[in-house]
């Protein structure tokens, strides 16, 4: 039981107990999982809080699974006190302490036979830098710090041989480059039984999405591990009626809850893949749909430029704001200069500019390096910073990177802005990406991609096509799948650098190129409606391109 970041002292210490329904899944794994015996069998929480998983594995347990024995830690001693007085009756034999669990492990106590548990869910940035860093450094991590993932790994240490556990974790460490030495040391150590991503479910109440691992400690045995996801639809056909969410994740399929919400129940075998071995959903289908995928794939989004994020200034309000034309000409910087932020995002061609279309932009290429303006020949502008210094002053880590109290803190390169360049959403519920032919800064609330030099001139134009169609999301949830809340999809650089791109050579690519390039001129004085059709076309010419069938739904 415990816990997730949320707020001041939840998010340092992440405490945030196990909702009833979550209880009752981890401990029906752990019984289920468990063979007949006739010998006591230990079962540790190590962050039980006021005791709720216990209860569940106690009401859960099987006579034919041997005599339970409970055991429960945790830090905080009011939580303590609750459990114990929660057990007393259903788990005469129980012992729960007080102790930190993660700093001391199981003290003098011996390796347990089972652990369920809800570690600490607790961001690096919560924790500080220094914590991070010797967390990482105990456990053997890198990337992005989640207490989670110490959490996880001090269960490993603490279970016996083929000791079985069942753990809730952020479904972030399934899908994000941060977590990939976790992912790592787990496949080391572990033998994954089952893997379950409840996505939206919104089961906690705060904005975290968990996920099921089920394990057993040591080397893999039996063929691939389960997995599962559960996320909302907005295909609602054939949802079958569902009474509650306790037995949705074990049939595949639509269901429909008398909330009136849909979730697309999915169930496969656990697959890693693309440079982080993130873990998704295989089998064989789906394994032979991205097979068909890779043979028709002749390079990749990453292949063609970098891809960057975009400005960040942190502080807005001074360098980007909607009333600079209400400005007289005597007041107005001069810096200003074209902004595309996400409320411009539309496919293949971006909605006019409007308001918040400029950003008050301090930098320039000198002898091919970027260096901050100096203000002494732009009075408008020193001005305009000057009445704001305080503020810009006040961001400590600009002025001890060694930067000018004026710049923004992530500004790129101020002739990379000129020239063609895809530009996307990086939270979208599907693909949204354009053309900026207007040489505008990218804000920090959209990614984008400027190709190489020696890039094929339609080459942005095929990506385009592809990033236009329904088959990049389709590939997306198998290979990517990082949800958040209403079926929305994280656009980092990571997973678009994988997008696949046909051979931009062939002719296949020259129509896509054709196409879109149509497309993206209709838009100019055509609204999208108007041009269904040609959408459609786009669409179905995207899967053909990758050996698909644009009529039949992807495994």
């Known amino acids: 039981m415990s816990r997730f970041s949320r707020a001041s002292q939840k998010k340092r210490h992440g405490a ?31 962050f039980c809080g006021d005791g709720a998983l216990l209860e569940a594995v106690v009401d859960a347990w099987k006579p034919s699974c041997g005599r339970l024995e409970v055991v429960g830690v945790d830090r905080d001693v009011e939580a303590v006190a609750q459990a114990r007085r929660r057990l007393a009756l259903r788990a005469p034999g129980r012992a729960v302490r007080e102790a930190d669990f993660l700093q001391d492990g199981l003290g003098e106590e011996s390796l347990v036979d089972v652990i369920v548990a809800n ?115 907005p295909d609602v056909e054939d949802a079958v009626e569902d009474i509650g969410l306790d037995q949705v994740w074990d049939r595949s399929g639509r269901r429909r809850l008398p909330d009136g919400r849909v979730f697309e129940v999915l169930h496969g ?20 749909w991205l097979g068909c995928v890779r043979d028709h794939t002749g390079s990749t989004f990453g292949d063609l430029g970098p891809i960057r994020v975009g400005i960040k200034s942190t502080a807005d309000p001074v360098f980007v ?84 109290w004026y710049e923004l803190w992530v500004p790129h390169d101020p002739d990379g802005w000129t020239g063609p360049k895809l530009v996307f959403r990086d939270i979208a519920p599907c693909a949204t990406f354009w053309l900026d032919a207007e040489h505008t800064v990218v804000n920090g609330d959209c990614y984008w991609l400027k190709p190489f030099p020696e890039a094929p001139a339609h080459a942005l134009w095929v990506a385009l096509a592809v990033a236009a169609s329904s088959f990049v999301d389709a590939w997306y949830d198998r290979v990517c799948n990082n949800r958040l809340y209403a079926g929305r999809r994280r656009y980092f650089t990571q997973y678009v650098a994988q997008f696949p791109l046909p051979d ?14 149509t497309l993206y001129a209709e838009l100019s004085d055509t609204p999208p409606c108007a041009l269904a059709d040609r959408f459609v076309a786009l669409d179905h010419a995207v899967w053909q391109a990758f050996g698909l069938d644009p009529s039949t739904p992807p495994p």
């Not at 996880?152 to 460490?173: M, Y």
């Not at 389960?226 to 996320?231: A, I």
């Not at 880590?397 to 930067?403: F, K, L, P, S």
């Not at 931009?504 to 390039?517: I, K, S």
């Open 119 to 233: 570690p600490p869910w607790v961001r690096a940035q919560v924790l500080g830098a220094k914590r991070a860093q010797a967390i990482a450094k105990d456990w053997g991590l890198s990337g992005r710090i989640d207490l989670a993932q110490a959490g996880v790994l001090a269960i490993v240490a603490s279970l016996r041989p083929r000791g079985l556990a069942a753990v809730l974790v952020p479904n972030k460490l399934l899908v994000t480059r941060g977590a990939a030495r976790f992912r790592s040391l787990m496949r080391e150590r572990v033998e994954l039984l089952e893997v379950g991503d409840l996505g939206d479910t919104r089961l906690f109440d705060a904005a975290v999405l968990p996920a099921v691992l089920v394990f057993r400690v040591g080397p893999q045995r039996s063929m691939r591990a389960r997995f599962w996801s559960v996320y909302t639809t």
């Open 321 to 404: 704001r909607p009333d600079w034309d209400a400005m007289s000409p005597e007041t107005r910087p001069e810096l200003l200069r074209p902004l595309t932020t996400h409320h411009r995002a539309q496919r293949i061609r971006p909605l006019p500019a409007g308001r918040s279309s400029s950003v008050l932009y301090p930098h320039e290429n000198r002898g091919g390096e970027r260096h901050p303006v100096d203000l002494a020949g732009h009075p408008r502008s020193r001005a305009w910073l000057e009445a704001h210094r305080d503020r810009l002053e006040a961001r400590r880590y600009v002025r001890e990177a060694g930067r000018r």
């Open 269 to 288: 075998e656990l697959a890693e893949r693309g440079p982080a071995r993130t873990w998704q959903r295989g089998g064989p289908a789906v394994d032979a």
């Open 504 to 517: 931009l050579d062939g002719p296949v690519a020259a129509d896509l190129a054709e196409r879109v390039q």
């Open 16 to 46: 945030t107990y196990t909702p009833p329904l979550l209880a009752r899944l981890l401990a029906r794994r752990v019984v289920d999982a468990l063979p007949e015996s006739s010998k006591p069998v230990r079962v540790l929480d190590p």
